[in-house]
Each structure stands twice: as structure tokens, then as C-alpha cells.
């Protein structure tokens, strides 16, 4: 292949991922322009007529929502990236670490020395199955990130919010701060059935200290502090025709205070457009670089 060739591939490539982010900040900035205006806002302080209860664990009287973390101790493939003349070769190997889902088996060299060698054969990494009363249920991400809500009211307006709403107190909101501590009412003996030991404070473990083996369970969980539950709330989302509240796809909130549907759409919008430029930013910086550096090469020393 020549070399004018091969800078037409490469250009080819540089618009496709600086197009891809630039599609990105275009979705951000559309969902910015979109606002907020046509969800509904309801403000007061949180009802909990029946607090969150984890049915693995045995969790429960510790508020509206908990957070419950499961991860295994697995085999995680690792590549070892090589370039040869105007390819890229990518060779596995295998590192201990914990993960919240299931790690396919899969087939790689000893260790990242070998890898970089890339001689002799490839061994087989096989993982246990992650328990499944720890995983979420989630059809797209079923994974061991499980957030289980209560029956809760905000302010006398009857309307409930729904566990996509509630899991805003753990801060992955552009307007909420992470307002969760460790689970303080959980009992020593919840994890037993699946051989988990109390270790500390919201955290069951296969077993004490560092020294884990592959298949081991760490499982921590979160509750919101008590202290945050005596002020008044501000939740944004789509109200269902039985009264619960839940979040938009990706848009809604829940903001501490009574905020107004103007500051809340005002909020928003700053958000989707600071991340939709900085996506277009990135996309434009990428794609010029690399079509800079196609088409016009640096030129070796003699």
C-alpha cells in the first residue's frame, strides 16, 4: 500500500472519531435547546411511607433508598499494544482485579513481559459465575450496581418518585452533591448465605484484609444520611398517570431547596452546552490533528 494511500485511510479514520464526538456534543447541545420545560416540578419535604428493603441482605429502616455495590475479584484481560512497519498488533494477558459484572473467559499470556514477547502459548483465564441475586437485572447493564428505593412522597402533592429519581442522591447529577454515608443498621450475619463476612461499616467481604483470591465478594452498601432527610426537596421528571415520578431518559433532577422550573431549565441547559462544546472541541481538535499530520508529515533528520 502507498504511502498516499495510507493517508487517505487514516483521514478517513480521523473523521469518523472526531465525527463520532462531534455527533456527541451535537446530542448535548440538542438536549440543551430541548430544556426541561415540558417535565414536571414538584417541591417539598420527602414522605418515606416505606423505606427501601434489600431482599439479598436483609437491609431495610435505613431510609428512602440503598445503594448496594457488589463486586468480584476476577481475571481482567489487559493488552499489550505493538506496532510492526504500518499495522498494530495487540497481544492479552491477565491482571486481578475487582469488577462489578461478569468477565468472560478469555485467552491470554502470562503475564505483560510474555505479552510483550508474544512467544510460547496463551493460557486460559476462567472466571466463577457472578452471584446472581447480586447482580441488578438491568437489561442493558446488568451488573452488580444496584440502587433499591422505598415508597416515597415529596411534599403533600401525593406524587411518588421512583428509584431512577432517588438515585440522584448519590451524586451523578449535575445538581446534586453525594449525599450517601455507609449503611449503619446492617446486621453481621446478612451475608452468610452467600459467605460474606462484616468487615466494616456497609461492607461484606469474602474475606478480611487484602489477601483476596480469585471469586472473592466485597459488597458495600450506602444509605442516604439521616441529616439530609428533614430538608426540603425539588424533584424534576416525567409524571406517569398513577403519580410517580421518573427521570426522562437522561433528563430530570433532584436539587436540595425549593428551586424554580426557571433556574431548573436555566441549570440544564448550561450543562448540556458546556458538555456538547467541549465534545465538538474534542472532535474538531482530533480529526484536524490527525489530517494535519496525513498530509503533511514531519520530516525526518538526516
Not at 455527533?23 to 447541545?29: D, E, K, M, V, Y
Not at 426541561?36 to 419535604?45: A, E, H, R, W
Not at 447493564?141 to 438515585?167: H, M, Q, R, T
Not at 428551586?259 to 456538547?276: A, C, L, T
Amino acid at each position: 500500500m502507498n504511502h498516499k494511500a495510507v493517508r487517505i485511510i487514516a483521514c478517513i479514520f480521523a473523521g469518523l472519531a472526531g465525527g463520532i464526538l462531534i455527533l456527541a456534543g451535537a446530542i448535548f447541545i440538542g438536549s440543551g435547546l430541548e430544556g426541561m420545560d415540558d417535565l414536571k416540578v414538584f417541591s417539598g419535604t420527602l414522605h418515606v411511607i416505606s423505606p427501601a428493603y434489600d431482599d439479598v441482605l436483609g437491609l431495610t429502616d435505613m431510609g428512602p433508598v440503598i445503594f448496594r455495590d457488589a463486586e468480584m475479584y476476577q481475571w481482567t484481560r489487559e493488552d499489550v499494544e505493538i506496532r510492526k512497519k504500518k499495522s498494530t498488533h495487540y497481544y492479552p494477558y491477565g491482571v486481578k482485579a475487582f469488577e462489578p459484572y461478569a468477565v468472560p473467559s478469555f485467552k491470554g499470556y502470562s503475564s505483560k513481559e510474555e505479552a510483550k514477547k508474544h512467544t510460547g502459548k496463551q493460557k486460559s483465564y476462567e472466571n466463577p459465575a457472578f452471584p446472581e441475586d447480586f447482580l441488578n437485572g438491568d437489561p442493558e447493564y446488568n451488573n452488580g450496581l444496584s440502587v433499591i428505593s422505598g415508597d416515597v412522597e415529596i411534599g403533600d402533592s401525593g406524587v411518588k418518585l421512583d428509584g431512577s429519581i432517588l438515585s440522584l442522591f448519590d451524586g451523578r447529577s449535575f445538581c446534586m452533591e453525594d449525599c450517601t454515608v455507609p449503611a449503619f443498621r446492617d446486621p453481621e450475619d446478612a451475608g452468610e448465605p452467600y459467605g460474606l463476612k462484616h468487615v466494616g461499616e456497609g461492607v461484606y467481604a469474602s474475606r478480611e484484609g487484602d489477601d483476596y483470591k480469585i471469586g472473592d465478594m466485597v459488597v458495600t452498601c450506602r444509605v442516604v444520611n439521616p441529616k439530609m432527610l428533614d430538608r426540603e426537596y425539588t424533584a424534576v421528571g416525567k409524571l406517569s398517570k398513577n403519580k410517580v415520578l421518573s427521570l426522562d431518559g437522561d433528563r430530570g433532577a433532584l436539587y436540595e431547596g425549593i428551586v424554580s422550573p426557571k433556574e431548573i431549565n436555566k441549570d440544564y441547559r448550561n450543562d448540556q452546552f458546556k458538555e456538547g462544546f467541549l465534545f465538538i472541541f474534542l472532535g474538531l481538535a482530533i480529526a484536524g490533528t490527525i489530517f494535519l499530520i496525513s498530509f503533511f508529515p514531519f520530516k525526518k533528520n538526516r
